[in-house]
């Protein structure tokens, strides 16, 4: 089954002045690693430092295969780039198609963790009537996603394709969207949300 690799960090001051030092990683990956269906990773718009690597590999169990390399990480190559606070690892299970998302001109990546209590089906309860309505808003065929993360069963990560951030404000903006806002603030603590451009390797 196939999963989503998700890692976040904040490049280095050396790799924010020269974007090469991301080269090596970038021909590690279009090399063709075993297991790698597809690479998209953009900048965060918010603070145009922090990068976002969604990795498609066709199971969890290929990427466990690279991770045991005697070589790994440095196999990779993104050590330079990596600044401070070190590199954060996530995968994760969608619950629909996610290439949409990940292909847009703009990806929402919406990082949550859940309050103590709440489970996956307070989860539906609120963004599939959500995500609904942002599907009817969001015309261009950028359905809303959702997936849990494998580490940790009470976070998980919405994804969803916009034309541009405007669009999304100007969808959440809205007096109807108001409930679903409240009903996310009810559900999770811990809550991060940024936009990112990404490319495809």
Not at 101 to 108: I, K
Request: aromatic share 10%; proline share 6%.
């Amino acid at each position: 089954m196939p999963v989503v690799e998700l890692a976040t960090w904040v490049l280095s001051d050396a790799c924010l002045k020269d974007k090469t030092l991301l080269n090596p990683a970038i021909d590690f990956f279009k090399a063709g690693a075993a297991g790698v269906k597809s690479v998209h990773y953009g900048i965060a718009e918010e603070d145009q430092k922090t990068m976002y690597l969604f990795v498609v590999w066709e199971s969890l169990e290929h990427h466990k295969a690279l991770m045991a390399r005697p070589d790994y990480p440095k196999c990779i190559g993104l050590g330079p780039t990596i600044g401070e606070g070190g590199l954060k690892m996530r995968h994760i299970e969608y619950l629909y198609d996610f290439m949409p998302a990940l292909t847009a001109p703009v990806t929402e990546v919406f990082l949550m963790k859940l309050k103590d209590g709440k489970t996956m089906k307070d989860v539906d309860a609120v963004f599939q009537p959500l995500g609904d309505a942002i599907d009817k808003f969001n015309v261009n065929n950028y359905p809303s996603n959702r997936g849990k993360v494998i580490e940790d069963p009470k976070q998980y990560c919405i994804t969803i394709g916009w034309d541009s951030i405007k669009a999304h404000t100007d969808c959440v903006g809205q007096e109807s969207f108001k409930p679903f806002i409240e009903g996310i603030y009810n559900l999770a603590d811990e809550m991060n949300l940024i936009h990112v451009p990404l490319k495809a390797l």
